[in-house]
């Protein structure tokens, strides 16, 4: 089992940055694929940002790339999203998510665990 708890959501006007935080417990944190999801009301986790447990290849979406940057420190155990140039449009609940799948998922189905989310506002 694995244990996430995100940090570090708020509200920003746009054009401002955040840094999300995933702190995780449990089972060796290092060999998971790690990643970063949205969601807002009505609609299904968007896949963000994704990070193979070695820390070497990210993967972003399209709506990101450019503006955020996804991190891994396995010896603190914790995930983080830098987030620049933020844009209304931003404005959801961000999850972390850990997968055991050998390649890195984007989809939300292949992910194993997950945080309870916490609540980004880029105001306009």
């Known amino acids: 089992q694995v244990q996430l708890v995100e940090s570090g959501g708020g509200l920003v006007q746009a054009g401002g940055s955040l840094r999300l935080s995933c702190a995780a417990s449990?089972?060796?944190?290092?060999?998971?694929?790690m990643a970063w999801f949205r969601q807002t009301p009505g609609n299904e986790r968007e896949f963000v940002a994704a990070?193979?447990?070695?820390?070497?290849?990210?993967y972003y979406a399209d709506s990101v790339k450019g503006r955020f940057t996804i991190s891994i420190d396995n010896v603190k155990n914790t995930l983080y999203l830098q987030m620049n140039s933020l844009k209304p449009e931003d404005t959801a609940v961000y999850y972390c998510?850990?997968?055991?799948?050998?390649?890195?998922?984007?989809?939300?189905?292949?992910?194993?665990?997950w945080g309870q989310g916490t609540q980004v506002t880029v105001s306009s």
């Open positions: 990070i193979r447990w070695t820390g070497v290849t990210t």
């Open positions: 449990g089972r060796t944190f290092s060999t998971y694929n």
């Open positions: 998510a850990a997968s055991n799948f050998l390649t890195v998922p984007r989809r939300a189905p292949e992910y194993d665990y």
